[in-house]
């Protein structure tokens, strides 16, 4: 087998374990916090859980270009291998974790050491044929999804099996052994000597030389865009699916399944837009998809029924799997070759605010506008950025090829 594929393999499978121990504990959080942690009182552990499930994301946004530029520097598989290694460890700890302060300061710290997912991007992109570049990012993407799809469904059934703590045992074991996969499968060809005598710019610095291209501002604005998008209307699905319903009968299951719809429908899409990419450009497919997105947004907001829901959120997944990787295979054309990482880092730290920013503005906006409102809000916001990402990506910087 070609090492292309050996590396994105392995990194596929490993995406999937990373994502899978980020959102395994999504169904059971709150139980942990009262039946292990004595926190009592729906209040008092809703706020927990929210701090604690919100605290990844935030040191995540901080500390992301940070390991880009040290990639830069020192490789990536040394950024893959840190990450993967120092997250199993702490996933373990989670599990001896006395009181709620000691679980969200260890998620913290998780959000510290975090990285496996965009260091892989950073390898799979520096180690594959130019011309399998979207069919790459594609696959990997999917490898994340079906674990983000799939994490909570493990998780949930790993408790009722288990329990709470030896979820975080068996995580940070396969953890550690996806990482230990990797130190031994996964090879790139980096030259260290070069990149010890490149100039060591400050991430401030950094970050001003690569605005100064303008594609990835725009790239860097797709992705948390597509974030906020997702996220902003999520808590309120349930909400939206009771009033669909009509009734409180199968309302978790309903709940559920329009939650992950999007999930499933990206796994598999994201691959075969991946191969359209390559075919076609990237540019293109970005286009395309964020096109689809923002028009896929508006019928949610006028269903008449749970069906009608899954429909429009089933086919939002479809384009939604074009997104990520094109984002991905572009940041690595426009990002100068000494800067790569640290340009996906900066891009994973749009990720997290994304994350964080949704949720927040989404529920602070649906008391005004409703989550009918909030999906026409996540149309425009993707139609506005279709149209700025084709003015950007029309701009060549000085000295590249015109390629598609």
């Known amino acids: 087998m070609q090492r292309w594929k050996v590396n994105l393999a392995v990194l596929w499978f490993g995406n999937f374990l990373v994502m899978a121990g980020m959102t395994m504990i999504t169904p059971f959080l709150s139980l942990y916090l009262q039946q292990d942690l004595g926190v009592k009182g729906e209040h008092e552990i809703g706020v927990w859980a929210g701090f604690i499930f919100?605290?990844?994301?935030?040191?995540?946004?901080?500390?992301?270009?940070?390991?880009?530029?040290?990639?830069?520097?020192?490789?990536?598989?040394?950024?893959?291998?840190?990450?993967?290694f120092g997250m199993s460890i702490v996933m373990v700890l989670m599990g001896f974790a006395s009181t709620p302060l000691h679980l969200l300061l260890l998620r913290m710290l998780n959000g510290v050491i975090s990285g496996f997912s965009p260091a892989a991007v950073s390898l799979v992109s520096a180690t594959?044929?130019?011309?399998?570049?979207?069919?790459?990012?594609?696959?990997?993407?999917?490898?994340?999804?079906?674990?983000?799809?799939?994490?909570?469904?493990?998780?949930?059934?790993?408790?009722?099996?288990?329990?709470?703590?030896?979820?975080?045992?068996?995580?940070?074991?396969?953890?550690?052994?996806?990482?230990?996969?990797?130190?031994?499968?996964v090879k790139e060809n980096f030259d260290r000597a070069a990149a010890r005598t490149a100039?060591?710019?400050?991430?401030?610095?950094?970050?001003?030389?690569?605005?100064?291209?303008?594609?990835?501002?725009?790239?860097?604005?797709?992705?948390?865009?597509?974030?906020?998008?997702?996220?902003?209307?999520?808590?309120?699905?349930?909400?939206?699916?009771?009033?669909?319903?009509?009734?409180?009968?199968?309302?978790?299951?309903?709940?559920?399944?329009?939650?992950?719809v999007t999930g499933f429908s990206n796994m598999v899409c994201a691959p075969i837009l991946g191969r359209f990419s390559d075919r076609y450009g990237a540019p293109k497919i970005l286009i395309f998809s964020l096109l689809g997105a923002g028009i896929m947004f508006i019928p949610q907001a006028f269903v008449g029924s749970v069906g009608q829901l899954l429909v429009s959120r089933f086919f939002l997944g479809c384009f939604v799997g074009g997104l990520i990787p094109t984002v991905n295979a572009l940041i690595r054309r426009y990002a100068p070759d000494s800067k790569v990482?640290?340009?996906?880092?900066?891009?994973?730290?749009?990720?997290?605010?994304?994350?964080?920013?949704?949720?927040?503005?989404?529920?602070?906006?649906?008391?005004?506008?409703?989550?009918?409102?909030?999906?026409?809000?996540?149309?425009?916001?993707?139609?506005?950025?279709?149209?700025?990402?084709?003015l950007t990506l029309q701009r060549r910087p000085a000295g590249m090829s015109s390629g598609g």
């Open 54 to 84: 919100a605290a990844n994301f935030v040191t995540s946004f901080f500390f992301q270009p940070l390991w880009g530029k040290l990639s830069d520097r020192y490789g990536r598989k040394v950024m893959l291998l840190r990450s993967g």
């Open 128 to 185: 594959t044929p130019k011309e399998k570049m979207g069919f790459a990012m594609g696959t990997l993407q999917s490898g994340g999804t079906a674990g983000a799809i799939l994490g909570p469904l493990i998780g949930g059934l790993m408790a009722d099996t288990f329990g709470y703590r030896p979820i975080f045992y068996i995580t940070g074991t396969l953890l550690f052994l996806a990482s230990t996969v990797s130190w031994m499968l």
């Open 341 to 390: 990482s640290m340009a996906f880092g900066f891009n994973s730290s749009s990720l997290a605010l994304g994350n964080m920013v949704g949720p927040v503005v989404g529920g602070a906006l649906s008391g005004f506008i409703g989550i009918q409102g909030l999906f026409l809000v996540s149309a425009a916001a993707l139609l506005a950025t279709a149209a700025w990402t084709t």
């Open 199 to 260: 100039p060591n710019v400050s991430l401030a610095a950094g970050l001003r030389a690569l605005t100064k291209i303008p594609q990835l501002p725009a790239l860097f604005t797709v992705t948390f865009l597509i974030q906020f998008a997702m996220l902003s209307p999520m808590t309120l699905i349930p909400i939206y699916v009771h009033h669909l319903h009509g009734t409180t009968e199968n309302l978790a299951f309903w709940s559920g399944f329009v939650g992950s």
